[in-house]
């Protein structure tokens, strides 16, 4: 949803002369109902599969935001750390190591 305003502010879309603003749903994020797995549901129920395969994407989605934020804070650690981020930076590397193995073991295999 979005209103427009006349005038100029800072960090908003312009377009002919209006500001728009957008506006944040009321339900922000929305939650959504864990379904049954590809696996699980009958042959015939097209829409029990697609929403089967929209809840891979989505659990997919999380978990590569997951793997980004753990390698940013990897990166930030040996920024800040320097010399010893080695040592200091451990136990960031091993969580961003296991996200990034299980994100890439799991692949889109589960998709189809």
């Given amino acids: 949803m979005r209103s427009a ?3 100029g502010a800072g960090g908003c879309r312009k377009g002919r002369g209006l500001v728009f603003v ?3 749903a009321s339900k922000w994020p929305r ?4 379904v049954p797995g590809l ?3 009958e042959p015939g129920d097209f829409l029990g599969k697609q929403k089967a395969r929209d809840q891979v994407a989505r659990d997919r989605a999380i978990d590569l935001e997951v793997v980004r934020i753990l390698r940013e804070r990897v990166k930030e650690c ?6 010893n ?3 200091r ?3 960031h590397v091993e969580a961003y190591m296991k996200a990034h193995r299980k994100y890439r073991s ?6 189809h």
Wanted: proline residues 3%; glycine residues 6%; contains cysteine.
């Fill in 106 to 111: 799991e692949g889109w295999l589960s998709f």
């Fill in 5 to 7: 305003v006349k005038g």
């Fill in 39 to 41: 696996d699980e549901v």
């Fill in 89 to 91: 930076c451990r136990e």
């Fill in 31 to 34: 939650e959504y109902p864990r």
């Fill in 78 to 83: 040996q920024r800040r750390e320097e010399v």
């Fill in 85 to 87: 981020h080695l040592q």
């Fill in 22 to 24: 957008f506006k944040m």
